[in-house]
Nanobody, 120 residues
Framework: QVQLVESGGGLVQPGGSLRLSCAAS????????MGWYRQAPGKQREFVAR???????NYADSVKGRFTISRDNAKNTVYLQMNSLKPEDTAVYYC??????????????WGQGTQVTVSS
């Protein structure tokens, strides 16, 4: 079974930075894409960033220029560097991965979530 383990969340002041990490482990033949989503209290879960196996990236408009997604393929790990954090970035951040389990089967997995709180 594949597991995604997230870390790096915490409390930070506005304008500060955090780096989230998500490590995938288990029966993994390959990782096609990894990304981050977030959900604030009382709000719908929203897309934040995604990186494909070829290295191309996509970002939500709200985080462009502030967040950077990257991967360490040797460690099956995705990172989200968050700079210039704003109170509206406060949310639970979830890691997502599309993983090749067998030669012709891909599956979507989610991490448990890590809390990011931006407050003075």
């Amino acid at each position: 079974q594949v597991q995604l383990v997230e870390s790096g969340g915490g409390l930070v002041q506005p304008g500060g930075s955090l780096r989230l990490s998500c490590a995938a482990s288990g029966s993994i033949l390959g990782i096609n894409a990894m990304g981050w989503y977030r959900q604030a209290p009382g709000k719908q879960r929203e897309f934040v960033a995604r990186i494909l196996n070829g290295g191309s990236t996509n970002y939500a408009d709200s985080v462009k220029g502030r967040f950077t997604i990257s991967r360490d393929n040797a460690k099956n790990t995705v990172y989200l560097q968050m700079n210039s954090l704003k109170p509206e970035d406060t949310a639970v951040y979830y890691c997502n991965a599309e993983i090749t389990i067998t030669r012709f089967e891909n599956r979507d997995y989610w991490g448990q979530g890590t809390q990011v709180t931006v407050s003075s």
